[in-house]
């Protein structure tokens, strides 16, 4: 389990992270959503140490992840971010290898070879392999991506805004992926999306934030509605029931 | 795809070549008097190149870019100005009883502290722009050579005089009395990058990347700066200040590897600088029959090659 207490992060006196304290599961999705500026990222990239907290605790599985050492930290949660540029010349198969740096410092071992083998057949792929990673589509980079986070192998992973720059197809098969990954592996998935609707459909939980706190959490029934979701982010919603899903419209 | 023991062979049979010429080419007969020397020469020259050409690529990495060097940064100015403080500071009769090795070792210290503490402030933590690197790095290193400038003439001229001995090293006339320890302090600086590669490998993928596959990026990023103060200061102290002869070869090595690779492109990036110095020092000396320019055409390519880099990186 994930938990934070009275996590906090302030930017020039303001406060973008306000005293958040919240439990993430052991598996499952877990969605984030809410306006731009509420502090999803933000909150995700402390959870995952990339950020220094101003106030607060993080602890994974009990190690405090801002004291404990990294290594230990980056066999247990793993985090994609959206991506920045490269200059470096590196194929698809060395991205994924990068993902088992945690486990055999840059020595790969059979085993890892093996996770690597499997995190890109699951990722689909494998006719990429040797391509160098800045000849590919965004979606075809992206999935590279998350294919190193799958050979880093660990229980919790984290992905702030994975959709990002996807079109459907490529969003969707993204989707479909880390829910796979959820029932499959009994991973603990939790990302930061935009598109509530995504949130709905593929997530065990959603948790809502707004001007740095949390506004709701609890299970896609009990957030997915008009008024909540209206509280959230200040606009009207309508909420229809669609083959026992919800889907939010908020096109007028 | 490139096999890089293949490229490593060529190579460094090419700069062995370059240095058996160097050594024997025009000797007449004088032996004994040629063979020494210029294997001394050979040897600071192989020093230096290799100081240079790993210092550049770590620093690269760090700043993950292709166009900065600790030379462009102010690190060598950095040196030159701490070596004139403390004659500045201690007095040139004091300065004159310190033995050259224990000053020289008294200098790089300063500048691993003074270097490491100053670019961990300048970097933050990885995420400034590379124009704002290219600023503070111009700005920095004027503002070094200036406060160097300032204490000359300040200076008495006697203290002056004996800073000048030991500050201006060039390739003509290199200071080899420091060459054991140099190469001493080589081998550590060079053992701790290779020691350091897989990190560096992952450091290539950026800050954030690195700090979430379990890099302590803070420790990772001291280390790395102490080992490039470290070989910036036993270049400096050999011949002094070069500027683009590390972002020459360094570029021109991941060309050729075409890699990310660190133990590739630290190994071709340092056998390209020797081949380039022994082989450019041999084609000055008995070609050219010029004295004391090498660096001046070094610096001549190499900043030209510095504004096409940023020329074509401004375009991007």
């Known amino acids: 389990m994930i938990t934070t207490s009275d996590l906090t992060k302030v930017y020039d006196k303001t406060v973008v992270v306000d005293h958040v304290s919240v439990s993430l599961p052991d598996a499952g999705v877990t969605s984030v959503i809410g306006a731009n500026g509420a502090g999803k990222s933000t909150l995700l990239s402390m959870i995952s140490r990339i950020l220094d907290a101003d106030a607060g605790l993080v602890a994974v599985d009990g190690l405090d992840v801002f004291n404990a050492p990294s290594r230990e930290i980056a066999k247990r949660l793993s985090i994609l971010r959206q991506e920045t540029h490269m200059t470096a010349r590196i194929t698809v198969r060395e991205v994924v290898e990068f993902g088992r740096y945690p486990h055999s410092r840059g020595r790969l071992t059979a085993e890892c070879v093996h996770k690597v083998d499997e995190a890109i057949a699951y990722c689909d792929l494998g006719e990429f392999e040797q391509r160098g990673i800045h000849e590919l589509s965004g979606g075809q980079r992206q999935r590279a991506f998350i294919a190193m986070v799958l050979a880093q192998d660990t229980r919790y992973v984290l992905l702030d805004e994975p959709l990002n720059n996807l079109d459907m197809p490529h969003a969707t098969s993204v989707m479909k992926l880390l829910r796979r990954l959820a029932d499959d592996h009994g991973k603990s998935i939790v990302l930061v999306l935009h598109d509530i609707n995504y949130a709905s459909v593929y997530s065990d939980r959603i948790v809502a934030m707004k001007d740095g706190v949390i506004a709701a959490d609890g299970p896609p029934e009990s957030v997915m509605n008009a008024d909540t979701l209206e509280s959230i982010y200040g606009m009207r919603f309508s909420v229809i029931d669609l083959d026992g899903d919800r889907i939010a419209a908020y096109f007028r | 795809m490139r096999r890089p023991s293949v490229l490593i062979g060529a190579l460094s049979l090419l700069a062995i070549g370059a240095a058996a010429l160097f ?51 102010g690190f060598d100015a950095l040196y030159v100005l701490l070596a004139t403080s403390v004659v500045f500071f201690l007095g040139s009769a004091t300065a004159a009883a310190i033995p050259p090795l224990t000053m020289f070792l008294i200098r790089a210290c300063l500048l691993m502290v003074a270097a490491t503490l100053l670019f961990r402030l300048v970097l933050g933590n990885g995420k400034r722009g590379l124009y704002t690197l290219v600023l503070v790095g111009v700005i920095a290193g004027t503002f070094f050579s200036s406060l160097t400038s300032f204490m000359f003439r300040v200076m008495d001229p006697n203290e002056y005089d004996s800073l000048l001995s030991t500050l201006f090293a060039s390739f003509n006339a290199i200071d080899t009395t420091l060459l054991g320890i140099a190469t001493v302090l080589l081998a550590l600086g060079i053992g701790a990058a290779y020691w350091l590669g897989p990190q560096l490998d992952v450091l290539t993928l950026g800050r954030d990347r690195a700090v979430a596959l379990g890099i302590n990026y803070q ?6 700066l102490l080992v490039i103060a470290l070989l910036v200061s ?4 050999l011949v002094g200040p070069i500027s683009f002869l590390g972002l020459l070869v360094a570029n021109l090595a991941y060309q050729l590897t075409r890699t990310y690779r660190h133990a590739v492109n630290l190994t071709v990036a340092a056998l390209l600088a020797v081949l380039a110095l022994i082989a450019g020092q041999a084609l000055l000396q008995h070609v050219l029959h010029f004295n004391g320019t090498l660096s001046a055409i070094i610096n001549l390519v190499g900043g030209v090659y510095f504004i096409l880099l940023l020329v074509k990186e401004s375009r991007k």
């Open chain 2, 234 to 237: 036993v270049s400096t102290a």
């Open chain 2, 23 to 73: 050594l024997t080419w025009g000797v007449d007969g004088h032996w004994d008097f040629a063979l020494p020397r210029r294997a001394q020469q050979v040897a600071a020259l192989v020093v230096v190149g290799t100081a240079i050409a790993v210092s550049t690529v770590i620093f690269q990495t760090i700043t993950r870019n292709r166009i900065l060097t600790p030379s462009i940064m």
């Open chain 2, 219 to 224: 420790r990772t990023l001291t280390m790395l």
